[in-house]
């Protein structure tokens, strides 16, 4: 679970419904003050919302793009329904699609879409059915090329079965037992959002999302080589190590890609909050090369 520093956006964020033709989806909106070199669609991962990206929120609008950070179907704070079949994956990436096509204004060019984790693989299944130039480039943060690791596929396994099983709280009470210690990373002296938020933000997922998607991440076949034949700008980044994609895994997914990769030190699967302004770095110097037509995969 991606622990943001705070559930508060920073100044200058709008929060509110962003509409679209596959109904309203909760997003954290933040411009550049200056002008804006392009728009950013930022989806989160398995038990995440769109607070997960807050601190890249900041550094990226001073880089000159706009970031809309999107809680999908049945994530935190936009509602979905109680059937596991609304969060097929296919559904999922429909969803992407109108949200990319209702965040862009009339004078901007097409979105950049990342992902992270689970959003990695929701966003690959969206480019895979998109339009050509619906996206200005795809960005994979800690998002492997197929099913999660032995050890995850486990977890997340356990995870959905609890969730059959029982409500929402009783199953965040067993989580907190049987990971004291990531819970001590947790508040203002942890540098994270503290147990209260994070239960909260739980509490407020639909069920039906999370076993659904639960499920895709044990499940997802290996897509990269049509992924490849996509002729759009790619990024591949993630921490130094990851328990979820082996790192090694993500560097022979990215030579497969063409794409560029960036490994951010001192960060593990989620450098999105582990080294926020490192992630906003690279991500906007990818952004402006992919601008210029630099698509080298150094």
Same mark, same amino acid.
């Given at each position: ?119 990695? /693989?929701? !966003?690959?299944?969206?480019? *895979?059915? %998109?339009?050509? #130039?619906?996206?200005?480039? =795809?960005?994979? @943060? ?67 999302? /999370?076993? !659904?998607?639960?499920?895709? *991440?044990? %499940?997802?076949? #290996?897509?990269?080589?049509? =992924?490849?034949? @996509? ?68």
């Amino acid at each position: 679970m991606s622990r943001p520093p705070t559930f508060t956006p920073p100044e200058g964020t709008l929060a509110y419904p962003l509409r679209t033709e596959r109904g309203d989806f909760a997003v954290l909106d933040t411009r550049p003050t200056g002008q804006v070199k392009g728009t950013v669609l930022l989806l989160p991962g398995f038990t995440g919302s769109k607070e997960d990206f807050i601190a890249l929120l900041r550094p990226l609008a001073e880089a000159g793009y706009r970031t809309v950070s999107v809680d999908g179907r049945g994530q935190y704070e936009s509602p979905g329904p109680d059937d596991e079949s609304a969060y097929a994956q296919a559904e999922l990436a429909h969803d992407v699609l109108a949200q990319a096509g209702a965040a862009r204004t009339a004078d901007e060019g097409p979105p950049h879409l990342l992902g992270h984790s689970l959003g990695g /693989l929701v !966003a690959r299944a969206a480019v *895979l059915l %998109a339009p050509r #130039d619906t996206f200005a480039s =795809l960005t994979l @943060v800690s998002s492997g090329p197929a099913r999660v690791s032995p050890s995850q596929r486990t977890r997340a396994t356990l995870l959905t079965d609890a969730l059959t099983a029982h409500p929402m709280d009783v199953v965040w009470d067993a989580m907190q037992a049987l990971d004291p210690v990531e819970d001590a990373k947790a508040g203002a002296d942890g540098g994270g959002a503290d147990e209260a938020a994070l239960r909260a933000r739980w509490l407020r997922n639909n069920p039906a999302q /999370l076993i !659904a998607t639960g499920k895709q *991440l044990c %499940a997802e076949p #290996d897509r990269v080589d049509d =992924l490849a034949a @996509v002729p759009l700008p790619k990024h591949v980044v993630s921490g130094e190590s990851d328990d979820t994609w082996p790192v090694p895994l993500l560097d022979e997914m990215a030579r497969r890609l063409h794409a560029h990769r960036t490994v951010v030190t001192g960060a593990n699967h989620s450098p999105n909050t582990d080294r926020p302004e490192a992630t906003a770095t690279a991500l906007a110097a990818f952004w402006d090369r992919s601008a210029n037509g630099d698509t080298d995969t150094r």
